[in-house]
């Protein structure tokens, strides 16, 4: 079946650094990404709506300086937390839509990022 | 704004016992609503998917139901094992709303051998 990958699947960055983490759709196109958070122990929330050749969509109170998206291409989106804080520090997960058939949504494996 | 409760938060059975999770959503104008699961750390692994004209979706010991005008969906796992445990998501879609997916807290099952 369809798969979306993620990476780097977790990693470990100082204070102030910035980070960069990829959404691939390995076997289909993806028109449309997701990316979402999820803090220990409680559900997904969504950042942002990520679009092929244009601007993401931000839900309320993502700050979208900080939480750069680019989608260059129909099958990378990429998530850069900026200026990272310790209270940056989530699983961070995308999700891709495959733009063929019934619109089904594939999520990926997720990444950890911890922020000393 | 759409909202989505899952009940309860927890629940621990024995082995053997059938279980019922319970989701329940605010705005009946749904496109789909989907159950998930989701291990400790990992990402997230879709168990069934119902469309908003459907009823029910069936798969092995998992079924899920659909009350669209009350807001209200179930999953019904028969017969439980250790291997069960996990987190368990339920989430809508919203029409026109491109297939973002709004997500409930999760129950967190334990299956006790």
């Known amino acids: 079946g369809a798969v979306v990958s993620q990476h780097p699947s977790w990693v470990i960055c100082k204070s102030g650094t910035s980070v960069k983490i990829e959404c691939r759709s390995l076997d289909f196109q993806a028109t449309t990404m997701f990316w979402y958070r999820q803090f220990p122990k409680q559900s997904l929330m969504l950042m942002a709506t990520?679009?092929?050749?244009?601007?993401?969509?931000?839900e309320q109170g993502v700050e979208k300086d900080k939480f750069l998206i680019n989608h260059a291409s129909l099958t990378l989106s990429t998530l850069t937390v900026t200026s990272a804080h310790p209270e940056d520090s989530s699983f961070y997960i995308c999700?891709?839509?495959?733009?063929?058939?019934?619109?089904?949504?594939?999520f990926g494996e997720g990444s950890w990022l911890t922020v000393v | 704004k759409q909202e989505v409760t899952q009940i309860p938060a927890a629940l621990s059975v024995p082995e053997g016992e059938n279980l019922v999770l319970n989701c329940s959503f605010t705005?009946?104008?749904?496109?789909?609503l989907q159950w998930f699961r989701q291990d400790p750390g990992k990402g997230l692994t879709s168990l069934l998917l119902i469309q908003s004209s459907q009823r029910e979706q069936t798969s092995g010991r998992l079924n899920a139901s659909l009350d669209k005008s009350s807001g209200r969906s179930t999953l019904y796992i028969a017969a439980s094992q250790p291997g069960d445990s996990a987190t368990y998501l339920c989430a809508v879609s919203i029409y026109n709303q491109g297939g973002k997916l709004i997500f409930g807290q999760g129950t967190e099952l334990s299956v006790k051998p």
């Open positions: 999700s891709a839509r495959d733009g063929a058939g019934i619109n089904t949504i594939y």
């Open positions: 990520s679009n092929e050749g244009s601007k993401a969509t931000y």
């Open positions: 705005d009946s104008a749904i496109y789909n």
